[in-house]
């Protein structure tokens, strides 16, 4: 595993199949929840200007179109349509797409992850690109099919990350002029530590009165 950070410009995110259609199947993780970490990562490789590509499977498929949240954030960034490869490398599109982007290390999530999002992951790795499996932003129909897919792409040499810990290794530091974003996520879509902030902060301002 390499121990050199991940930055806007050395990665690419890849959001795979967060369709409307599969999204009626996933039991792995409260749905709310998943979409909320899909769009959070989605706006992570938006503000941060990081790589994205984002790929489904064509429109007229059962799985449908993909989240409106995730459409709202990436606007007219364009989706990737694979007619049926479940490892999207095997698209030659999708392909060219990641290549274009000139980035090694992939962050990649999407579902389900026992299907696109490990064969994906499996992709990537034949063509040794260094590949980190968002896997809150990733689910599948139960539990064990997410957390066995999951214990298989490390295996092969994949890293878990999580969403917002690479929005963080995104900002570096907090001094950075990128800081209005990263407290946007959290104030967004990861409401339990923006409520700490906002209680220490009345905290804080009530010392300060009594003083």
Known sequence: MSLEPLTPQNTTIILVDHAVGFANVLRSHDTAQHISNVVGLAKTAVWYESGLVVTNGLPTKPSGPLYPGLLEVIGDHPVIERPGAINAFADENFARAVQRTGRRKLAIAGVSTEGCVLQTVLGALRLDYEVHLVVDASASVTPETHAVAVQRMVQAGATP??????????????????????????????????????????AYQQAQGAA
């Open 161 to 202: 990350v999580t969403w917002f810990s690479l929005a963080g290794e995104f900002q570096a530091d907090h001094r950075n002029p990128t800081f209005p974003y990263w407290q946007r996520l959290m104030r967004e879509h990861v409401p339990t530590m923006d409520m700490g902030v906002q209680t220490y902060l009345a």
